[in-house]
């Protein structure tokens, strides 16, 4: 199973940016998947992730902002960034569930496997 991860790169604060990670294998939609971001020095961080039913979860500073969505048909889940900080400046990573499961969604052990993950910085 591989996650490849795009989309990142360099933008001012205020801006848009939209994350994609593309999952090969078949039954994608068996499968809840999310989004982490781990800057410089610090812990891992759940940013959001959508379930195999499509219900979504968000850490609380990114509501608003961010919307994580799925498109099955092409194996891949989005994270549509919006209004960018630059306390957004992370590595962003996408990450699976193991299949036909949902839960303890804020919690890096949760996932089974994860992608290389794409560079997101913001400049203020």
């Known amino acids: 199973v591989q996650l490849q991860a795009s989309g990142g790169g360099l933008v001012q604060a205020g801006s848009s940016l939209r994350l994609s990670c593309a999952a090969s294998?078949?039954?994608?939609?068996?499968?809840?998947m999310g989004w982490f971001r781990q800057a410089p020095g610090k812990e891992r961080e759940f940013v959001a992730a959508?379930?195999?039913?499509?219900?979504?979860y968000y850490t609380d500073s990114v509501k608003g902002r961010f919307t994580i969505s799925r498109d099955n048909a092409k194996n891949t889940v989005y994270l549509q960034m919006n209004s960018l900080k630059a306390e957004d400046t992370a590595v962003y990573l996408c990450?699976?569930?193991?299949?036909?499961?949902?839960?303890?969604?804020?919690?890096?052990?949760?996932?089974?496997?994860w992608g290389q993950g794409t560079q997101v910085t913001v400049s203020s």
């Open positions: 294998g078949r039954t994608f939609s068996r499968y809840t």
């Open positions: 959508i379930s195999l039913n499509d219900n979504t």
């Open positions: 990450a699976r569930q193991p299949p036909n499961y949902s839960g303890n969604h804020r919690y890096p052990g949760a996932y089974a496997s």
